[in-house]
Structure formats: structure tokens, C-alpha cells
């Protein structure tokens, strides 16, 4: 009788009382994982080791070659969207995110999440569980210290909270860094100052600690744990050690790393052998700057590796406290490569130094002005960017660039921002000893980041709430995923995508898809693709079957209207 009350006392304890009306009692506690979900940053489709990569991730490989690797599953193109979703599991703008955090006037492209959805932590609280967060929040527009915070970690659902609420930043100095609903530094944190600050080690031993407490404290409650991590988004910064590892490795340029790639994927078989290669970005021959082109490669792969080191960590918390068999461990990310070019112009440096007014060094409790330059490091030298400035350390500010991008995405085309494959291809990585008995295998059930949600409710025991403090919850949208960790079928009618004008729906084998203007609304033609046949969207079959074309796209309006990512604020409205 006590293990089936204290779950539901805990649960009125972590919430104020509560949420629903007609709730069932939560499962007891020692039939429930834990659940440690883990995102990275601007990372691409075969980056990783275990996707066909020559990045050295052997703590996710082992992950990976002890569960399951999903070959087909999405996110939806960009951080704020990917992150709103993933939290949610509604479609980015049904929860008020469909773009970026400025407020269109539209309810679909709001300044952060609304009070028409709930996050996962939320939910699993409700149900008894403990929930913690370390890294990128990145889903509202109120980032000052002391503007709103309704929509902070803290007040959707995290009971403890460690990172940064903007996205992305200085490695060595992030902006907008919190410890709980306080603003920090590096060097004014009174419970984490290592030696050496790296922000992504800063995530990970705040994860483990998080772990260790629980430990401590209620080891009797499962927890949820969000890990959100900024690699490998820019800039590229990286520790020398792990720079070094990777010397010389990218010094052959685009063409060889893509080309081993492609045919690792093959051999893996993560993609099929019908599979093509989308065409490369940039001529390696015609660079002036190789060096500098091979060096931000190499600091990207250094960054990859500091963050699978730092998942390492955790994975060995949970082993020590006795909780790796029966913890949901799912990774994934949160779009594709990124082609934006932060840092790399010809003649940025000038106009960034320039831009730093005080070249003194920063008080211990002043913080970072912006996410990016003009700024300058803690003991006060200006930031640079530009070819010819090396990346890595902590006073440059570059990004890796298009062309590595088109690297990262192989076989795919596009990027971050599209919503071609490209763009929203994300491996999934899920590890579960206590249910998944196989090791090592595939699952090619087309899967999205609102399958999160139904997963993290269904593994839970938990109540997907339809109304919290007497307002309407939209209905999660998506499957859970256990099913097809058991190697059956998830059964869906299609998955949807909106971005920027760029429009998607996946149903079954095929994909319709097309580009669209931002700034116009001006909108391409429909392509249409057999998924099976042509992952990498090389063969538009839009002109020889029409009537699929408009099925589909009357699908894709349908849910347009419906989940308001329509109206739009691109453009003229269609």
C-alpha cells in the first residue's frame, strides 16, 4: 500500500497539487526508468562513428552497438523549432515556436512556449518523477536576468537547472548562463568552478551530479533528465588535446572524408545500397585558405568528441549508482549541418575588434553582452573571426561553414534551416538494457521528435494531461517509440514540416517537398521523392505522378491550418 501512495504524494508535492482531473494513480516508482534524453547541436546525419563517420565517438557507439539505431528519424530544421517539439511533442507551431523566438503577431510564431502545451518534464513530475535539466533552453524570448521567466526551466516542470537560456555562444564564456533562475559566470558560480571552463564539460559534470544527488537523496524516484548540449554548434571552440587528436586528419579536403562516409553508411547499413550521393559543396583545388578550412574542421571534430567524452560520464554515473540497465537513454539532434558562415568573412575581424570599445578584463559578475561579436574574452582581448584566424581558442568566433556542412549531411542534400533530408535528418540513438534484448540492430519506421513526449508518457506510466490550471492542452501529436523497440510496426497517417517557407510531408515511402523565400513568401515547385528508392532526393517524380503530388499537398495545407503554421508571417500569405 506505501509504494503505491508515495508516488502519488510525491507527485502533489512536485506540482503544488493537482494538475488534471480523473488522473490514474502513476505506476509505483521501481517499475518505471529513468529517462536520460540527450540532444547535441548543428551536428549532420553521419558525423557520429556509429553513422559512418571518422569523428571518434566511441561512448556513443557503445550506446549504440548495445541498442538501436533509428535509420529514418526527424527533427524539424533549426534549434528553437526542434527544441519546442522535442519538449512538447506538438509540432513546433503548436506550441508557438514555428520559427525563432521574435513575436510575429501569429500563434503559431510567438515569443516562446504557450500555455497551450506541457513539457515532458511537466508530465513525468505529475507521475512522481524527479526532473533535471543541464545545457541549452533556447525556447523564449524573455532572456534577460530580470525580465519574465514564466516560460525558464524552472517553470516548465525542472526542478533543477544548469545552462544557458539563449542558443548558442562562447564556449569559454557562455551568455546568459543560469544556475536555477540566476544569472552566473564562470567564475562567480559558488557550486562548479573547475580549473578549466568548457562549456560542454560544464554540461556533462552537472549532469553527473545530478545523478549523484539523486542518488543521494531519493534514490527510490525515477528521474528525467534533459541533456542539451551546444556542441557542435558555432563557434568552433575546442580544447588543444582534443584539437590535436584530429591534426591532418581533414587535410585531403571535402571529397575523401565525404566519399569514406558514404560508403561506410553503406556498409553499416544505415542507408540502402539504391541510395545516392547528393552533390558536393565547394572545390577543395580552387581554396586559398586549406589550412584554416582543414584547422575548423578539425576543432568541429574535436568538439564532437569533448561532448561524446562528457556522455561517457553520465553513462558511468547511472552504471555506478545501479541505474544504467533500467534507464531509457535516447540521443538525438537537433538538425542538420549548419551552412551559416558566422565568422568567416574576408573582413570581419577588423570590424569586430573594432567593435570592442574596453579592452579591459571582465569583473567576476559581469556577464557577456550578446551571443556573438562583437565581444571580447574574460581577461579582456578581442574576439576575432575570418580566414587565416584559427579557430579553437577562446578569443575567435568562427563557424565550420557550408561546405564541412555538406560533409556532416552526406548522403543528403541541404541543410539546417531546410527541409529536405538534409536538413531533418537526426540519428537516433536509444539504449535500454532492462527492455531492449537485441544489440546493435536498425529500426526504419519513419519516427520525429513528437514521438518523444508519447514514448517518455508510455515508459513513465504517466497521464497526458488535457487540461492544466483549467486551460486546454493540445493533443500530443505523436507515437511512442516502444513498439518498434520491440520490432513492431508504429502505425501513422504522415509526419509534417514547416520552416522559413520550407514545406514537407513524409507519408509512408514518399516525401513531398519544396523550398520556399522567407523574406517573400515566394514559394518553389513541389518535388516529389520515393523514399525508399531515393533517401538522398536526387529524382523529382512531381511531373509523372501529378495526382500523388496534390494528395499529398492537400494533406500538407490540412495540417497547416490546423497546427497554425499557417497563417505565416513570410512574405505575402499564400
Known amino acids: 500500500m506505501i509504494q503505491r501512495i508515495l508516488p502519488i504524494l510525491f507527485a502533489l508535492l512536485a506540482t503544488g497539487g493537482a494538475r488534471t482531473s480523473g488522473a490514474p494513480a502513476p505506476a509505483p516508482a521501481a517499475a518505471r526508468a529513468s529517462i536520460v534524453l540527450i540532444m547535441s547541436d548543428d551536428m549532420g546525419f553521419s558525423d557520429l562513428g556509429c553513422c559512418g563517420g ?11 552497438a548495445n541498442g538501436l539505431r533509428f535509420t529514418q528519424f526527424y527533427n524539424a530544421a533549426r534549434c528553437c523549432p526542434t527544441r519546442a517539439s522535442l519538449l512538447t511533442g506538438l509540432y513546433p507551431h503548436q506550441a508557438g515556436v514555428g520559427w525563432m523566438l521574435a513575436d510575429q503577431k501569429l500563434e503559431g510564431y510567438s515569443t516562446g512556449l504557450n500555455d497551450r502545451c506541457v513539457t515532458i518534464a511537466e508530465v513525468l513530475r505529475a507521475a512522481g518523477y524527479r526532473a533535471y535539466m543541464t545545457g541549452k533552453w533556447h525556447v523564449t524570448a524573455h532572456t534577460g536576468p530580470n525580465g519574465p521567466k514564466d516560460n525558464w526551466p524552472l517553470q516548465r516542470g525542472f526542478e533543477r537547472f544548469y545552462g544557458t537560456i539563449t542558443g548558442g555562444g562562447n564556449f569559454y ?29 560544464a554540461i556533462s559534470d552537472n549532469a553527473v551530479r545530478y ?5 543521494r537523496d531519493t534514490p527510490a524516484r525515477p528521474f528525467f533528465l534533459y541533456v542539451a548540449y551546444t ?16 591534426k591532418g586528419v581533414y587535410d585531403g ?4 572524408i565525404r566519399e569514406a562516409r558514404y560508403r561506410r553508411l553503406k556498409e553499416m547499413g544505415l542507408i540502402g545500397e539504391a541510395c545516392g550521393l547528393s552533390p558536393q559543396a565547394g572545390d577543395w583545388d580552387a581554396l586559398e585558405h586549406k589550412a584554416w578550412e582543414a584547422r575548423c574542421m578539425e576543432v568541429y571534430a574535436a568538439m564532437v568528441t569533448a561532448m561524446d567524452r562528457g556522455i561517457g560520464r553520465i553513462v558511468a554515473a547511472l552504471e555506478r549508482h545501479g541505474r544504467l540497465d533500467d534507464a531509457l537513454i535516447l540521443f538525438l539532434q537537433d538538425n542538420g549541418g549548419c551552412a551559416e558562415g558566422m565568422g568567416r568573412g574576408p573582413k570581419i575581424n577588423d570590424t569586430w ?14 556577464l557577456q553582452p550578446a551571443i556573438w561579436p562583437p565581444m571580447k574574452t574574460r581577461d579582456g582581448r578581442p574576439v576575432r573571426g575570418g580566414p587565416g584566424v584559427m579557430p579553437g581558442p577562446a578569443d575567435t568566433y568562427i563557424a565550420y561553414g557550408r561546405d564541412w556542412a555538406n560533409v556532416s549531411n552526406t548522403p543528403f542534400r541541404e541543410y539546417k534551416h531546410w527541409v529536405h533530408e538534409g536538413g531533418i535528418s537526426t540519428p537516433l540513438i536509444v539504449h535500454w538494457p532492462a527492455r531492449i534484448r537485441t544489440h546493435g540492430e536498425f529500426r526504419r519506421e519513419p519516427g520525429h521528435l513528437i514521438d518523444i513526449m508519447a514514448t517518455c508518457v508510455d515508459v513513465a506510466g504517466a497521464e497526458y494531461p488535457k487540461e492544466v490550471k483549467g486551460k486546454p492542452i493540445a493533443p500530443a501529436e505523436g507515437e511512442s517509440l516502444v513498439p518498434a523497440f520491440e520490432g513492431r510496426r508504429i502505425e ?13 510531408i513524409r507519408a509512408g515511402k514518399w516525401k513531398l517537398v519544396r523550398k520556399g523565400n522567407m523574406n517573400t513568401g515566394k514559394l518553389g515547385a513541389w518535388e516529389l521523392y520515393d523514399m525508399e528508392a531515393d533517401r538522398a532526393e536526387l529524382h523529382d517524380l512531381s511531373k509523372q505522378d501529378p495526382r500523388r503530388v496534390e494528395e499529398l499537398a492537400k494533406k500538407w495545407e490540412a495540417w497547416a491550418e490546423r497546427t497554425h503554421a499557417k497563417p505565416w508571417p513570410w512574405g505575402k500569405k499564400p
Open 173 to 201: 564564456d557562455p551568455t546568459t548562463l543560469c544556475r536555477q533562475n540566476t544569472y552566473i559566470t564562470p567564475v562567480n558560480d559558488p557550486e562548479y568552478r573547475p580549473e578549466r571552463f568548457y562549456y560542454t564539460d
Open 353 to 366: 575588434v573594432a567593435g570592442v570599445k574596453d579592452a579591459h578584463p571582465m569583473a567576476p559578475d559581469e
Open 492 to 504: 501513422r497517417d504522415a509526419i509534417y514540416w514547416e520552416h522559413e517557407a520550407n514545406c514537407a
Open 253 to 256: 579536403g571535402y571529397g575523401p
Open 211 to 215: 545523478i549523484d544527488d539523486h542518488a
Open 54 to 64: 571518422e569523428i571518434r565517438t566511441p561512448h556513443l557507439d557503445r550506446l549504440a
Open 231 to 246: 556542441a557542435a554548434h558555432w563557434p568552433m571552440h575546442a580544447l588543444p588535446e582534443d584539437i590535436a587528436a584530429y
